[in-house]
Nanobody, 123 residues
Framework: QVQLVDSGGGLVQAGGSLRLSCTNS????????MGWFRQAPGKEREFVAG????????EYADSVKGRFTISRENDKKTVFLQMNSLKPEDTAVYYC????????????????WGQGTQVTVSS
């Protein structure tokens, strides 16, 4: 069973930084991908960033490129999202996600979700 525990959210002023963490405390897969989505009030959940464990390749939403960095531990259990130059429009609940295998050229499709962590950026 997979259990994703995400943390690290909080309140920060515009221009500031936060680092989110997500740990899978359950079973692992041979070549998984982990990533982050976010959902702002009244909006749909959207992809933010993802990383493929085998190749280490990463993908980002255009809105966060150059500001956010996703990284992983080699244990296939922990992923981080370093968020810099935060903007008020980054305010959302951020969800960790795991896909058992993320094929190149396809959208990240989560098989499992974390419980979410709130990020609030004040102007």
């Amino acid at each position: 069973q997979v259990q994703l525990v995400d943390s690290g959210g909080g309140l920060v002023q515009a221009g500031g930084s936060l680092r989110l963490s997500c740990t899978n405390s359950g079973r692992t897969f041979n070549n998984p991908a982990m990533g982050w989505f976010r959902q702002a009030p009244g909006k749909e959940r959207e992809f933010v960033a993802g990383i493929r464990w085998g190749s280490g390749t990463t993908e980002y939403a255009d809105s966060v490129k150059g500001r956010f960095t996703i990284s992983r531990e080699n244990d296939k259990k922990t992923v981080f999202l370093q968020m810099n130059s935060l903007k008020p429009e980054d305010t959302a609940v951020y969800y960790c996600a795991l896909e058992k295998f993320w094929s190149s050229g396809t959208s990240f499709s989560a098989n499992y979700w974390g419980q979410g962590t709130q990020v609030t950026v004040s102007s």
